[in-house]
């Protein structure tokens, strides 16, 4: 007995979008393909897909999730990694709330607000370590100085910007507008436009669009930023198309 793509993305509260995905990285092939070129899956799958389902919830990248599937990775320490995010996370939101929390109680007291208080928890520098481990300890020192030389004005629209393009993409992938299409890669060319100037002007090349695009996949910490899986996808698939017209 087996289902097809569409019951399964039903069963699962998944799309038949992720689905493809999955099978395209090979982290889940159908158990067979029909002669209509349809996906099915069978038990096994079923199996495969809520394991993977499960991992996706505590917050694993499809990477690693992987690793723990294939044997590569074991589950303990595919957790411990995400463990060690977790806190990090826990430590900044921690710090956050304390700002606000100080912020709310200093303007209703008529008192002086610091700055250093309203803006602990928003530092970018809580990813040094891992951006020095991606990229190296160049391209870290390069991209904090070029941070710091901004004005509040600065920083504040090159988050709007962000946002805007955010929203965008969520709004053209509900109306169903292609990847492909004029309207997306006129989004997409304002992401790469963006993200050149978030490398002080130096050149994205293809493969880099490509990577980043990947990497909003797989890191369920950028993918949050479009909606999670689905919506990441609908970004990265966009992005290779520009890649590929580059």
Partial sequence: MDW?????????????????????????????????GYRHYDQQSLARLQRILLLR??????????????????????LTTHLRWLRQEKERLDRQIAA???????????EQLMAEEMFDGFDH???KEEVEQRWGADAYAAGDRW?????????????RQQKQIQADYAAASAAGEPVGGALVQEITKRQHDWIR??????????????GLGQMYVDDPRFGANYGGVEGATYVRDAMAVYADRM
């Fill in 197 to 210: 100037a978030g490398w002080q002007g130096r050149d994205v090349p293809a493969e880099a669009m490509r």
């Fill in 100 to 110: 606000v929390e100080t912020t709310i109680i200093k303007t209703e007291g008529g």
């Fill in 57 to 78: 919830e505590l917050g694993l990248g499809l990477p690693a999730i992987a690793g723990v599937l294939d044997g590569q990775q074991g589950d303990t320490d595919a």
């Fill in 4 to 36: 097809s793509i569409q019951e399964i993305a039903r069963l699962s509260g998944t799309t038949s979008r992720t689905l493809r995905h999955y099978d395209d990285i090979g982290l889940l092939p159908p158990s067979r393909i029909g002669a209509n």
């Fill in 125 to 127: 520098t809580q990813y």
């Fill in 147 to 159: 941070w710091r030389k901004l004005t509040d004005a600065d920083k504040a629209e090159f988050g």
